[in-house]
Nanobody, 116 residues
Framework: QVHLVESGGGLVQPGGPLRLSCAVS????????MAWYRQAPGKERELVAN???????NYVDSVKGRFTISRDNAKNTVYLQMNSLKPEDTAVYYC??????????WGQGIQVTVSS
């Protein structure tokens, strides 16, 4: 059974940074895609950033230049570094992993609130 556990969320002031972590049970080398999604109240879940094996990362336009996705294969962990946070970044953030056979796994989600 695969488990993805997010951490690092919380309350941050506008303009501040926050780093989310997603710890994956087992090796993340078995996943060819790692991603972060988010869902704000009343809105659909959206892809924030993803990275596929052998490819560069992709970002939704609203976070380009502010967010960075990275993966540490040795620690089986994926990160989302978020800088210059805005109130509109407030959402529940979800970690997602997909295998080569296209089986997807979700974390339980973690709240990020950007407010003064």
């Amino acid at each position: 059974q695969v488990h993805l556990v997010e951490s690092g969320g919380g309350l941050v002031q506008p303009g501040g940074p926050l780093r989310l972590s997603c710890a994956v049970s087992g090796s993340i080398l078995g996943f060819n895609e790692m991603a972060w999604y988010r869902q704000a109240p009343g809105k659909e879940r959206e892809l924030v950033a993803n990275v596929r094996s052998g490819s560069s990362a992709n970002y939704v336009d609203s976070v380009k230049g502010r967010f960075t996705i990275s993966r540490d294969n040795a620690k089986n962990t994926v990160y989302l570094q978020m800088n210059s946070l805005k109130p509109e970044d407030t959402a529940v953030y979800y970690c997602y992993a997909r295998t080569v056979s296209r089986v997807g796994y979700w974390g339980q989600g973690i709240q990020v609130t950007v407010s003064s």
